[in-house]
């Protein structure tokens, strides 16, 4: 990944906090002699540092990924930057943005137990501590047909790189002015980047 010194998350409990706040990943392995990417869900075990997932059986992509090294994508939050909102007319547009990259070896789940416990673990922390759903009610006819359909694995973490570009090489009273701008828009994801934007700054 490439991160200029302004822009590197040094700090594992934000990277890590990144990733439960953005679990909707991008896994990329190769496959057949070409990248391959899956869109999918994945949970962090922080304590032993291993990024659990399932792919759907019929998704090519886990039949050569075993024991390969990939990479899972985390995207937090970003927004475009006008020119406008800047003091002088010399500069250009750009993109703040926050974003992790998480490597490890890739091994697939054949423990049918590791298996429905991960499973559980992903749904229970998306459902969050109030739902009244759990996988724990669910039959085991119907947990077995889930193992046919799926494939779990866990990648144990072997490094993490983190960005977070939010206009730190500014001065602060333009870095305010763009964060105000960004919440002017309406726009979720904006005012989300403006938050982190005046993160530290004296109001």
Do not use: C
């Amino acid at each position: 990944m490439y991160r200029p010194k302004y822009f590197q998350m040094n700090d594992e409990e934000e990277i890590f906090q990144l990733i439960e706040d953005n679990g909707f990943a991008i896994l990329f392995s190769q496959h057949q002699g070409s990248p391959w990417a899956t869109h999918l869900p994945l949970m962090v075990d922080r304590r032993d540092r291993v990024l659990y997932g399932h792919l759907a059986r019929p998704n090519g992509q886990w039949k050569d990924a075993e024991w390969q090294e990939v990479l899972a994508v985390f995207q937090g939050a970003h927004a475009y930057i006008s020119p406008t909102w800047y003091e002088s007319d010399q500069e250009v547009p750009t993109w703040n943005y926050e974003a992790v990259h998480v490597y490890g070896t890739f091994e697939i789940i054949e423990d049918s137990e590791e298996f429905t416990d991960s499973l559980t673990r992903l749904v229970d922390q998306y459902e969050g501590p109030e739902s009244i759903y759990s996988l724990k009610h669910v039959s085991e006819n119907k947990l077995h047909g889930l193992q046919k359909g799926f494939v779990a694995f866990r990648i144990p973490i072997t490094r993490m790189e983190g960005t977070a570009k939010f206009s730190q090489h500014h001065p602060e009273e333009r870095r305010r002015f763009v964060a105000h701008e960004l919440r002017r828009t309406g726009r979720e994801g904006d005012a989300l980047v403006a938050q982190r934007m005046e993160k530290g700054l004296d109001h």
